[in-house]
């Protein structure tokens, strides 16, 4: 069994910071891309951005040089840190992982996290 466990939501203020954790624990071999998703009220969820095992990046334009992601192989650990949040970043955030259980296992990118709340107020 494979879980996913956030922290780090919290609320800001406009122009305020958060840091965003992900962990990754049980019957795993290695991780794959992990990432982070957001869904806000009455919206789709969206990837925000996303990291390859060997740390490349992609992000969603609307978080481009405000989010930086990344990431501690080690630990199974994602992280994301926000800077200068703004009101449009309120929403539920998710982790979400490519998980290989054994060695002969494909990687499947169905692990999802619980979500974390982030809230901002202008």
């Known amino acids: 069994q494979v879980r996913l466990v956030e922290s780090g939501g919290g609320s800001v203020q406009a122009g305020g910071s958060l840091r965003l954790s992900c962990s990754a624990s049980?019957?795993?071999?290695?991780?794959?891309?992990m990432g982070w998703y957001r869904q806000a009220p009455g919206k789709q969820r969206e990837l925000v951005a996303s990291?390859?095992?060997?740390?490349?990046?992609n992000y969603v334009d609307s978080v481009k040089g405000r989010f930086t992601i990344s990431r501690d192989n080690a630990k199974n650990t994602v992280y994301l840190q926000m800077n200068s949040l703004q009101p449009e970043d309120t929403a539920d955030y998710y982790c979400?992982?490519?998980?290989?259980?054994?060695?002969?296992?494909?990687?499947?990118?169905?692990?999802w996290g619980r979500g974390t709340q982030v809230i901002v107020s202008s």
């Open positions: 979400n992982a490519a998980v290989q259980i054994a060695p002969r296992d494909p990687h499947l990118p169905g692990y």
């Open positions: 049980g019957t795993i071999f290695s991780v794959g891309n």
């Open positions: 990291i390859d095992s060997g740390g490349n990046t």
